[in-house]
């Protein structure tokens, strides 16, 4: 066998040096990933709305938060956001 051969073949220890290759897993493997909290979603959407996520939380959340709950939390916060802000006008007017 020559060495060029040896490049077609996938590298098995390729997974073990992906640095992604452990937030990728349990999805991968078929697992439940544990369910997140309300909390965490909050946490998410919050950071979302600011602007400013990690790579690593980022892979946790998308693991972890279903799309029912995020869509659900972000029109919660976005509606909290727009009476904070219609608050502070009214108070500003006053």
Same mark, same amino acid.
């Given at each position: 066998m +020559? !060495?060029?051969?040896?490049?077609? !073949?996938?590298?098995?220890?390729a997974a073990a040096r992906d640095p992604r290759a452990d937030a !990728? =897993?349990?999805?991968?493997?078929? =697992?439940? +990933?544990p369910r997140a909290s309300l909390g965490q979603v909050a946490r998410a959407v919050f950071w979302s709305f600011f602007g400013v996520r990690r790579g690593a939380a980022h892979a946790e959340d998308f693991a972890r938060i279903r799309p029912m709950q995020?869509?659900? #939390?972000?029109? @919660? @916060?976005g509606?909290?956001?727009?009476? =904070?802000? #219609? =608050?502070?006008v009214r108070l500003v007017l006053a």
């Open positions: +020559s !060495r060029d051969d040896d490049h077609d !073949r996938p590298d098995p220890d !990728r =897993a349990p999805a991968e493997a078929g =697992a439940p +990933s995020l869509v659900i #939390v972000g029109i @919660a @916060a509606l909290l956001f727009v009476l =904070a802000l #219609v =608050a502070i």
